[in-house]
């Protein structure tokens, strides 16, 4: 599956509806943007169930604000909704499998007791 170009009103329903996105905060001037770019792109292709999705931070200003993007590129993961990774920097190929497997294996009912934990101040409890 190809990247796709996420936008301020695509963005919300793409995180909502899909398992597991993977977003690509990018402008055209950045360099390491331009080296991150075909490995993003060779992840999606041998990830067809992971939408990829790029976000041009000089074009999607408020989402990249809204986003709190400071530094580019900066990868996202989200997984049923929840962002559950954040990193800036370009990340070689081996890194950015490390990522998708990574995510992919996340048992989402412990990412919840956690959040859930973190949010009221109580310990996570193992089930």
């Given at each position: 599956m190809a990247t796709q170009t996420l936008t301020e009103s695509t963005f919300e329903q793409t995180i909502t509806e899909n398992d597991i996105v993977l977003v690509d905060f990018w402008a055209d001037w950045c360099g390491p943007c331009k080296m991150f770019a075909p490995v993003f792109e060779a992840s999606s292709e041998e990830n067809p169930?992971?939408?990829?999705?790029?976000?041009?931070?000089?074009?999607?200003?408020?989402?990249?604000?809204?986003?709190?993007?400071?530094?580019?590129?900066?990868?996202?993961?989200f997984r049923e909704g929840i962002l559950v990774f954040s990193q800036p920097g370009a990340l070689p190929a081996p890194a950015l499998k490390q990522v998708v497997d990574a995510v992919k294996g996340l048992d989402m009912e412990d990412v919840r007791r956690q959040i859930a934990a973190a949010n009221d101040g109580t310990p996570a409890q193992d089930a």
């Open positions: 169930d992971v939408v990829h999705g790029k976000i041009d931070t000089e074009a999607e200003r408020g989402l990249a604000a809204a986003a709190s993007i400071t530094s580019i590129p900066t990868l996202m993961a």
